[in-house]
């Protein structure tokens, strides 16, 4: 396969400033069909990047962190329609943050209880302080720590709408890592390192990284404003308080390429079994029922993200995954699993063409566009490059040569 195409890509991604360091890679049923490492692992160093770079996976930790739920729902140990507070009680103490009467939350009880199902498809009535203005708010007012800050108080943050009634993005899957840990009676990057880590042989994914491994994690970055990369001021926090299933993993590209083939595969990698397929089918299944995605996830903290316009296209949201209902001509089908990371880190599984892919990097704020545009490309070309092997594939068949 010649990749060469690929490769200038992603060099070209670096030597104009889009990206510091890029890993990208991807993969069909059988096998890795590229993977292409290039940059700097800072612009302050000279340490190049490599295909075992570790990256913060930030939010493309909750595909990992979905599938270990989906694993507890196979075995009976939790349900889709069971409520949340069944198995974390604490959760029903959450209230509905309405509004402010001057400085003063006005927080009401929710009509209904948040299930396991709304957890997985972000519908709980949670949200993240970055995208809602109330939270944003909410967290000035009281002191209670964001998210990035790895601290238990988090779990404080009221609700912003009644469960079941409009997705919005936020700690859900963050909830989710604690039910996972009262259900299965294990810490969350135990568990994940026993039922989905060491099965997949993913041996450089973790949640509390080596010494070995951080010094070879890629630095943060964010865009300055007169468009080039510095050294971004957002630390990881180095002891968390607890896990988090919703941005607290760290890997390589090759790891996560893995994962994403064992789902494309039904499932199943290397003999190693972690979801049945019926559970696969049913996470790669639209679960809004006519809730709609917001046609733009406004940004209330420019430093982390931009504003994120949804696609003009047919989309819903299965278990832990945001899906494609249609083809998008040139990339991938309709069915397409997807999700990205804080740190401009994007990934794909088309299960109807076979193949997946992942563009990780490590920059602030997200979504950028500079950024955007070169995975965009790279999807594009891994397509064309399935195409073109087809094509040569036929040509060298058999029967291509009888004609």
């Known amino acids: 396969m010649d990749t060469a195409a690929i490769d200038g890509l992603l060099e070209r991604a670096v030597e104009e400033g889009a ?9 069909d049923r059988d096998g890795t069909l590229y993977e292409g490492a290039h940059g700097r692992l800072s612009v302050d160093g000279e340490a190049r990047v490599r295909a075992d770079t570790m990256l913060a996976l930030a939010s493309m930790t909750k595909p990992i962190t979905s599938v270990a739920a989906l694993q507890l729902l196979e075995r009976g140990t939790l349900e889709l329609q069971q409520p949340v507070a069944d198995v974390l009680p604490e959760f029903d103490r959450l209230q509905v943050l309405e509004g402010f009467d001057g400085d003063v939350p006005r927080l009401r009880a929710p009509a209904q209880r948040a299930t396991i199902r709304e957890l997985l498809t972000h519908t709980s009535g949670l949200g993240y302080w970055f995208s809602n203005i109330d939270l944003l708010r909410y967290h000035r007012l009281t002191g209670i720590p964001d998210a990035t800050a790895g601290q238990r108080r988090m779990f404080e943050i009221p609700l912003i709408a009644d469960p079941g009634t409009r997705w919005e993005y936020g700690t859900s899957t963050d909830w989710l890592g604690q039910v996972i840990e009262a259900a299965s009676g294990q810490d969350l990057a135990s568990y994940c390192e026993e039922h989905i880590f ?15 491994q951080t010094a070879r994690l890629m630095a943060i970055h964010a865009r300055a404003p007169e468009g080039g990369l510095v050294l971004a001021a957002l630390e990881l926090p180095a002891e968390p308080e607890f896990w988090s299933g919703g941005a607290g993993a760290l890997g390589t590209a090759a790891d996560y390429l893995r994962f994403m083939r064992a789902l494309l595969r039904g499932g199943e990698l290397d ?14 299944t639209d679960h809004l029922d006519g809730l709609k995605l917001p046609e733009v996830m406004r940004s209330t903290v420019p430093e982390l993200t931009n504003d994120v316009p949804t696609l003009p296209i047919a989309q819903g949201f299965g278990l832990g995954f945001h899906l494609v209902l249609e083809d998008l001509p040139g990339m991938r089908n309709s069915g397409t ?10 990934f794909w599984i088309d299960r109807a063409a076979g193949v997946a892919g992942a563009f990780l990097t490590q920059v602030l704020p997200f979504f950028d566009a500079r950024v955007l545009e070169r995975a965009i490309t790279y999807e594009a070309s891994i397509y064309a490059l399935l195409g073109a092997t087809a094509t040569a594939r036929r040509a060298d068949s058999p029967v291509a040569s009888r004609r």
């Open 198 to 212: 060491a099965p997949l042989g993913m041996s450089d994914t973790t949640f509390g990284p080596t010494e070995e």
């Open 271 to 284: 003999g190693e079994r972690i979801l049945s397929t019926e559970m696969i089918e049913l996470a790669f």
């Open 19 to 27: 990206v510091p360091g890029v890993v990208a890679v991807a993969g």
């Open 337 to 346: 699993g997807d999700w990205s990371g804080l740190f401009n880190c994007y």
